[in-house]
């Protein structure tokens, strides 16, 4: 990226981290919480794609760990446990729940490795009702009531802030060529000397953490959470097809992709509720016919990421297309 790039791309995050910001403060209720579960799905959609999209693994059990933080957070809540210790503990309960499913899962590939992590929502699912004692059964359950709007719109923002920079470090290092290399070709790459098997784990540990603490802020602020808005196919769904509509290997792409669907979504629950499910399977199928790369790879959006400077702020961050490979 060159100077005039680079300048023009700070100022533009710069201008809209000043907005965001102020947002509360100018009594727009409805646009923070718009913007907190825009910031939830995007940490989520940016989460997944460093498994899914850097290292090609689709994972259909991503929003596992954001029930996982979710109902952590909430059950240490109701115990009387400070805020950020119970985001601390689900963050590390997250980390190794993922450690320890990550060795079966790896040896799954392709469509199996997706059945079996899809499996282990819906195992979680089925776990979180019967377990009624501690998690409050199919009803689901509460957190102690309170206005947590301003400050939960704040720390999402700054967990999706954190992700963010996660990703372009990731991106830019040793460990996330090596996962480009799985994806290109797991053969080569381990005769090439990668630890694949030690580095799949590392990815799906480190995916973990953005999630399950978007899942504790969530339920704090929501004061509720349930099976269904935990590990339901909804929230499963939302970040694959978010990066994917966007563009899976690449930063912006999650952005992309959770502004289009979270829009579209607002749309259809005024418009026509109940038909946001069917649109994922929509979204889906145009994606696979007209746009495999994602939204951001398309001749018509390209102009308007170079125009907001934000074109050069994809080399700059060194994404996962195979002729960009760091």
């Not at 973990?208 to 004061?223: D, E, F």
């Not at 579209?264 to 979204?283: D, I, N, R, S």
């Not at 016919?289 to 080399?315: C, H, N, S, Y």
């Amino acid at each position: 990226m060159n100077r005039r790039g680079k300048n023009l791309f700070y100022l533009v995050v710069l201008l809209l981290c000043a907005v965001l910001a102020a947002l509360p403060w100018v009594g727009f209720s409805y646009g923070i919480v718009w913007i907190f579960l825009l910031a939830v799905y995007f940490t989520l959609a940016l989460s997944y794609d460093i498994v899914g999209g850097y290292m090609g693994y689709m994972n259909l059990g991503h929003s596992t760990f954001f029930g996982l933080g979710a109902y952590t957070t909430a059950i240490l809540l109701n115990q009387g446990v400070n805020l950020f210790a119970a985001l601390l503990a689900a963050l590390l309960l997250a980390a190794v729940f993922a450690a320890a499913v990550s060795y079966p899962l790896f040896r799954l590939r392709g469509a199996y490795f997706a059945l079996a992590t899809f499996g282990l929502i819906s195992l979680m699912e089925v776990l979180t009702t019967n377990f009624r004692d501690l998690t409050g059964g199919s009803g689901g359950i509460s957190t102690p009531p309170g206005n947590h709007m301003v400050p939960s719109y704040y720390l999402v923002l700054a967990v999706a802030g954190g992700t963010m920079v996660l990703s372009h470090f990731v991106a830019r290092s040793k460990f996330g060529l090596a996962l480009f290399s799985i994806r290109e070709d797991e053969e080569v790459a381990a005769a090439f000397g990668v630890p694949t098997t030690l580095y799949k784990s590392l990815a799906l540990i480190i995916s973990s953490a953005p999630a399950s603490l978007v899942g504790g802020i969530y339920v704090w602020n929501m004061t509720y959470i349930s099976p269904n808005s935990g590990f339901g196919l909804e929230i499963a769904l939302s970040p694959i097809i978010m990066a994917m509509l966007g563009g899976t290997g690449i930063m912006i792409g999650p952005l992309v992709g959770a502004v289009f669907i979270t829009l579209v979504q607002e749309f259809l629950w005024t418009k026509v509720p109940y038909f946001h499910l069917a649109m994922y399977g929509t979204v889906l199928v145009l994606i696979g016919l007209f746009m495999p790369g994602g939204l951001v790879r398309t001749r018509w959006v390209k102009p308007v990421i170079q125009w907001l400077g934000l074109g050069e702020a994809v080399d700059y961050f060194k994404n996962a297309d195979a002729e960009r490979i760091p």
